[in-house]
């Protein structure tokens, strides 16, 4: 069953955009509000870019702040898949070296 769209205005730097949404709408509009922010920001320090190229530069810096996020979160799995690992170890030499005694 395919989810049910609505219509969402956003407005992203001074335009509106109409958005068939299936998404929560708080969601989306925290997503246009945060590409707006990156959009200003990239204004505020290159004031004279054309809207282009501010929407470019925002896509890159948006873009770069996720694939930072993602190497993160992968560095972050890789060191608790080694603590579990280290615990593993830790847990079979305390198993080997005290038997359970059996009545």
């Known amino acids: 069953m395919e989810n049910e769209k ?12 109409p958005l068939k949404v299936s998404a929560d709408v708080d969601y ?9 922010s990156k959009m ?6 290159k004031p004279n870019r054309p809207l282009h190229q501010i929407a ?9 702040e996720l ?11 890789v060191q608790l898949e080694d603590q579990v ?4 170890k830790r847990l079979e030499l305390e198993i080997e070296e005290s038997p359970e005694e059996v009545l």
């Open 6 to 17: 609505s219509t969402l205005k956003v407005n992203i730097f001074g335009t509106d955009y």
């Open 40 to 45: 200003r920001e990239i204004q505020s320090l």
């Open 56 to 64: 470019i530069l925002a896509a890159l810096n948006i873009t770069d």
């Open 85 to 88: 690992y280290q615990l593993i």
């Open 67 to 77: 694939l930072k996020q993602k190497d993160q979160e992968k560095n972050n799995f």
């Open 28 to 36: 989306i509009q925290n997503v246009a509000r945060y590409v707006d």
